[in-house]
């Protein structure tokens, strides 16, 4: 079964400080992860993308990983700040109905809160 | 670059009543997705349209929610009627196309900022 799998489930940080989120999936065949970050009331605004052929890719103060041996994926948040404070969600694609569609299998999110 | 548009951004019904969500893609994205998202979990995907043809609606409850896009542009969700377990987000994401020469591209999907709906 294709799941998407997150950690933790929330996290509360001190501002300044960094801070990584762990995402684990069983999907196949692997297209692309995704790493989104969705602030309350609002949809979610993709971070990063990853191919099964980069291992990292940055954002600004966001980092993702990504081991497809292991199938694991890690985001790095460096010096939080408080609009960090979102819920950050794993997305995982795989091609569909024999190669034709991409879907998108989605985690829970980890919340995290960012504190002054 | 104008976003995903979504109205209304809130909404109250009561069970059994019926309830209508509109979503405007950004211009030039072939494929729109519609997701409901409760409390606490991520996005489901309830259908997908490429142009005015449906792709996937296989998490659709079809008994209950109806969903077009006769332009291929806009598109409308409707629920009717209502049920408490409705209570979610409903989310509208556009991209440039889910299939053919740009499966293999990283084909981003871009969301609206949702309409909450609550069922009393």
């Known amino acids: 079964k294709n799941q998407v799998e997150q950690s933790p489930q929330s996290l509360i940080i001190l501002e300044g400080k960094n801070c990584t989120l762990q995402?684990?999936?069983?999907?196949?065949?692997?297209?692309?992860l995704r790493w989104y970050k969705q602030d309350t009331g609002r949809g979610p605004v993709s971070l990063t993308i990853?191919?099964?052929?980069?291992n990292t890719k940055s954002n600004g103060r966001y980092t993702a990983t990504l081991d497809a041996d292991t199938k694991q994926s890690s985001l790095h948040i460096t010096a939080s700040q408080l609009s960090d404070s979102a819920s950050y969600i794993c997305?995982?694609?795989?091609?569909?109905?024999?190669?034709?569609?991409?879907?998108?299998?989605f985690g829970t999110g980890t919340l995290l809160a960012v504190q002054p | 670059e104008a976003g995903v548009a979504q109205s209304p951004r809130y909404k109250i019904i009561e069970k059994r009543q019926s309830v209508a969500f509109w979503c405007n893609p950004i211009?030039?994205?072939?494929?729109l997705y519609w997701y409901q998202q409760i409390l606490g979990q991520g996005p489901k995907l309830l259908i997908q349209?490429?142009?005015?043809?449906?792709?996937?609606d296989s998490q659709l409850p079809k008994d209950r929610f109806s969903a077009e896009r006769l332009k291929g542009v806009d598109s409308t969700l409707k629920i009717q009627p209502a049920k408490l377990e409705d209570s979610a987000v409903y989310l509208c994401?556009?991209?440039?196309?889910?299939?053919?020469?740009?499966?293999?591209?990283?084909?981003?999907?871009?969301f609206g900022p949702g309409t909450r709906l609550t069922v009393l």
């Open positions: 349209f490429q142009n005015n043809g449906v792709v996937d």
């Open positions: 211009s030039g994205h072939a494929t």
């Open positions: 990853m191919t099964f052929s980069e």
């Open positions: 995402c684990n999936y069983t999907v196949s065949p692997f297209s692309n």
């Open positions: 994401a556009s991209s440039r196309a889910s299939s053919g020469r740009f499966l293999r591209s990283y084909n981003e999907q871009f």
């Open positions: 997305v995982v694609s795989y091609m569909n109905y024999g190669g034709a569609t991409n879907k998108l299998i």
